[in-house]
């Protein structure tokens, strides 16, 4: 068989850290093609980061489906709420300041248009490259703390120029995919 193991250092969490995680969907009915695969990857994160010794204060969770107990240990505490807008604004802009570092990670639908990457958070609500960047500027200004994105869906590169920073803070950006490109 094949076993995974996490080798993790006493100092893995150290400092304030912090993690925003954002697990998007297309609709809400049993139609959207990658949904599974989006709550799957959303629940590998919040995992792996508790792993890495982040407490479940540090991690900031966003699900369209609450109501999941994703560490398996019998409570529903996992996910700070549904993912909306505004639900990824209060993250932004009140949860996360003072952290010294930020994860953030964006799991779903992305796509492009001539406004720019946008990714899907719900069926009405999506999530700008531009709105993203501005948020992330604010924090790391106010805060110099270094940010970490991983950005898991179709056109994912589309956000990358949207997301340069030129502050004194380190910002890395990580994308799935290109700018023309479905992720898989």
């Known amino acids: 068989g094949r076993a995974f193991v996490n080798v993790v250092a006493s100092n893995s969490a150290a400092g ?25 990857l959303g629940a590998q994160a ?22 999941q107990d994703v560490d398996d240990n019998g409570l529903y505490d996992d996910i700070a709420g549904p993912t909306t807008g505004a639900g990824v604004n209060e993250a932004f802009t009140n949860w996360a300041g003072g952290a010294s570092n930020l994860f953030v ?32 500027d604010a924090l790391q200004n106010a805060y110099a703390m270094d940010v970490t994105v991983v950005l ?8 990358v120029p949207a997301l340069a920073y ?15 490109e479905p992720t898989f």
């Open 105 to 136: 990670y964006l799991v779903d639908h992305g796509a492009t248009n001539a406004g720019g990457g946008y990714m899907r958070l719900n069926p009405s609500e999506v999530l700008w490259a531009t709105n993203l960047s501005a948020r992330l």
């Open 16 to 40: 304030f850290q912090k993690a925003i995680l954002v697990a998007g969907r297309n609709t809400d009915d049993a139609y959207d093609p990658v949904w599974r695969a989006t709550d799957y």
């Open 166 to 180: 030129t502050g004194a803070a380190k910002r890395v950006v990580i994308a799935a995919a290109g700018e023309d």
């Open 46 to 67: 919040y995992n792996t980061l508790r792993q890495l010794r982040y407490p479940k204060a540090s991690i900031h969770y966003l699900n369209p489906q609450p109501g």
């Open 152 to 159: 898991d869906f179709c056109f994912a590169g589309s956000f």
